[in-house]
């Protein structure tokens, strides 16, 4: 089946530095990348959408300049947490989907802390 | 866009006993509902779906049913055991947007 690769997996970062951080999809083109936060016992919370080749769509309230998107193949995508605090510390986890096909394949997540 | 409530917020239960989850969703343009299981720290797992041109689905001790008349789905989990404490979370696929909304997640507690 479809597979999507996150990379880290977990990161500690000081205040102030960027976090990047990668999606792939394995064995598939992924047409749609979706970037989600989830904070400790909540939903999750989508943050932007990027279709290969053009600018992201961020959901209201997330600052686009401070969550850099990046989906510049059907087989990655990349997040950066610039100029990170310790409110950004979170559970962040991509999904990619094809067009025409319902539904997600998530990656695994990255728990990112500020300190 | 799709708004998705989902109810409840938490769920215990005694081991063997059944689980229930509901969701209402406000657009009637979805048509594809899939259940996802989340254990702590790790992705959401794809348990079961449905799409709109059907009632109801089994998978073993899992079933899914729905009513676009009224827009609700429900998750039905039978023979609950301790393997099944997790977080679930419910969600609509709006063609339009080709996105997924999500419930706000239900933790159930399997007690053995």
Request: aromatic share 10%; glycine share 6%.
């Amino acid at each position: 089946g479809a597979v999507v690769s996150q990379h880290p997996s977990r990161v500690i970062c000081k205040s102030g530095t960027s976090v990047k951080i990668e999606c792939r999809s394995l064995d598939f083109q992924a047409t749609t990348m979706f970037w989600y936060r989830q904070f400790p016992k909540q939903s999750l919370m989508l943050m932007a959408t990027s279709n290969e080749g053009s600018k992201a769509t961020y959901e209201q309230g997330v600052e686009k300049d401070k969550f850099l998107i990046n989906h510049a193949s059907l087989t990655l995508s990349t997040l950066t947490v610039t100029s990170a605090h310790p409110e950004d510390s979170s559970f962040y986890i991509c999904s990619a989907s094809i067009r025409g096909n319902y539904g997600y394949t998530f990656g695994s997540g990255t728990r990112l802390t500020v300190v | 866009g799709e708004n998705v409530e989902q109810h409840p917020s938490t769920l215990s239960v005694q081991e063997g006993d059944s689980a229930v989850i509901k969701c209402t969703y406000s657009d009637s343009a979805s048509n594809y509902f899939p259940w996802y299981k989340q254990e702590l720290g790790k992705r959401p797992q794809l348990i079961i779906d449905i799409r709109s041109n059907v009632g109801e689905k089994k998978d073993q001790r899992i079933a899914v049913t729905l009513n676009k008349t009224a827009k609700h789905f429900s998750l039905h989990i039978t023979e609950t055991q301790p393997e099944d404490s997790a977080v679930y979370f419910c969600a609509a696929w709006f063609s339009n947007d080709y996105k997924l909304s999500f419930g706000a997640g239900t933790t159930v507690t399997v007690r053995a």
